[in-house]
Nanobody
Framework: QVQFVESGGGLVQPGGSLRLSCAAS????????VGWYRQAPGKQRELVAV???????NYTDSIKGRFTISRVNAKNTVYLQMNTLKPEDTAVYYC???????????WGQGTQVTVSS
């Protein structure tokens, strides 16, 4: 059974930084693409960053140049370094894994990021 455990969220002032972590289990992590989603209040969950099994990355336009996704396969962990945070980055952040075109149906509890002065 696939499981994801996200951590690292919190309250931060605009312009601040946070580093999110997600530990995955139940999959052969190194062969999966992994991604970070976020869901703001009243909005749909959106995919914001992906890193493939080969290390290629892709970002949604709103976070390009500010967020960096990375992975450590030996730890079955994916990270999201978030810099220059803005109030509109406030959301619950989730990770997920994809093999081929199919993202997992399993979701973790997410980690809350709140950007506010």
């Amino acid at each position: 059974q696939v499981q994801f455990v996200e951590s690292g969220g919190g309250l931060v002032q605009p312009g601040g930084s946070l580093r999110l972590s997600c530990a995955a289990s139940g999959i052969i992590f190194r062969i999966y693409a992994v991604g970070w989603y976020r869901q703001a209040p009243g909005k749909q969950r959106e995919l914001v960053a992906v890193i493939t099994s080969g290390g290629s990355t892709n970002y949604t336009d709103s976070i390009k140049g500010r967020f960096t996704i990375s992975r450590v396969n030996a730890k079955n962990t994916v990270y999201l370094q978030m810099n220059t945070l803005k109030p509109e980055d406030t959301a619950v952040y989730y990770c997920n894994a994809r093999l081929g075109t199919n993202w997992s149906d399993s979701w973790g509890q997410g980690t809350q990021v709140t950007v506010s002065s």
